[in-house]
């Protein structure tokens, strides 16, 4: 439990059924609860994020969050925060930020990427969850006190179980090597393939789903390494994933953050990771984790290939991940940065007039 006075906080989103943004959602919504702070979570119709909020004690509200003309939606998000009555109300990313009502509160956006300002002329205040998204906000006009650094938390991993091997159908003396995310160009899937050929004795294993399978099947088939890639589709079980790996990938092309990064800091999993933003505002490179150019399949591979040769200098890179977590990246120290920008926000909320 957090020591500071409970804050009452509605958190809006309208989401994917599937994403990190969505599942930071769940994380910070529950977190909060459990810290002592009221919390109206209101969501995008979806049972499985409704299941999840409610199984941690919560009461989420469902609204359909279709296009702008969508007044329904308005009308009883403005019905749901008035009953509710918060000190802050968290807008997040574009469509959510569409179906924004007026309210005597500070209404936040809440951003994990580089999106249309647009869409949040009308917040009080807004968050970005990299040091760069912030500064780029400023270079927008944002005001620096109207702008606030606050990191993603991911799960402590420390105790997952490892996932079985076996149904991998790893080769004999082969390590593993994991990657995580949407089979989406963004991600650099193909990249990391081409890269294959200059790691011996690894298997690959993607877990995702998305538009780019059937491409990255047949690339996978055009470097010779099919029988070292497995496609594990849509996984819910990324602790056990990562802690059953010998190294993790990350190779983006566009990454505003990269919750994998997190993650495998959380699972103390040294990390290759190409040079998009997210990943090398988070990273020092050499220290807890190795960073190499974008859509360099050469320099990728033969870091992949450098890190798992040397065992010692893993285990150190892992270790350094591991207590970035502990210290940054962990549910503690970011609900705690969490909680004193929304007092600060209440405070504000107290002195405003009323809409």
């Known amino acids: 439990m957090l020591c500071a006075a409970a804050m009452r906080v509605a958190h809006v989103m309208a989401g994917a059924a599937e994403g990190g943004a969505e599942l930071f959602y769940e994380r910070l919504c529950i977190g909060q609860h459990r810290a002592g702070d009221a ?107 109207a702008t606030r650094y606050l990191p993603n938390f991911v799960a402590d991993f420390a105790q997952t179980t490892a996932a079985d091997r076996a149904p991998l159908s790893l080769p004999d003396g082969d390590r593993l090597l994991l990657a995580l995310g949407r089979l989406h160009r963004d991600k650099g899937f193909d990249t990391l393939i081409a890269a294959l050929p200059r790691v011996p004795r690894a298997t690959l294993a993607i877990a995702g789903s998305g538009p780019e399978r059937a491409a990255l099947v047949a690339l996978a088939q055009r470097e010779g390494v099919a029988d070292r890639v497995r496609f594990l589709g849509w996984r819910t079980d990324v602790g056990a994933l990562l802690k059953a790996a010998d190294l993790f990938v990350s190779s983006s092309r566009i990454e505003p953050l990269g919750n994998m990064v997190l993650e495998a800091w959380s699972a103390a999993r040294p990390i290759v990771a190409a040079a998009a933003a997210g990943p090398t505002e988070l990273i020092r490179d050499g220290a807890d984790g190795v960073i190499v150019p974008m859509e360099n399949a050469r320099a990728l591979g033969d870091a992949i290939a450098s890190l798992l040769d040397d065992p010692a200098r893993a285990e150190r890179i892992a270790r350094a991940g591991r207590v970035r977590f502990e210290t940054e990246f962990s549910e503690l120290p970011v609900l705690m940065a969490w909680r004193d920008f929304l007092a600060e926000c209440a405070t504000l909320t107290l002195h405003r007039p009323t809409p």
């Not at 609204?63 to 509710?84: E, H, I, K, S």
């Not at 509160?105 to 647009?118: A, C, E, K, N, P």
């Open 39 to 145: 919390v109206l979570s209101v969501i995008r119709r979806n049972p499985e994020r409704a299941e999840t909020l409610r199984a941690a004690g919560l009461a989420p509200v469902e609204l359909n969050f279709g296009p702008p003309v969508d007044f329904l939606t308005r009308t009883r998000l403005q019905r749901a925060l008035g009953a509710f009555r918060p000190d802050v109300a968290v807008y997040w990313m574009n469509r959510a930020n569409q179906h924004r009502v007026r309210g005597p509160w500070m209404s936040v956006g809440r951003l994990g990427g580089y999106y249309d300002l647009r869409y949040y002329r009308g917040c009080d205040r807004l968050v970005g969850n990299t040091r760069g998204i912030v500064a780029w906000l400023r270079t927008r006009g944002w005001p620096e006190d």
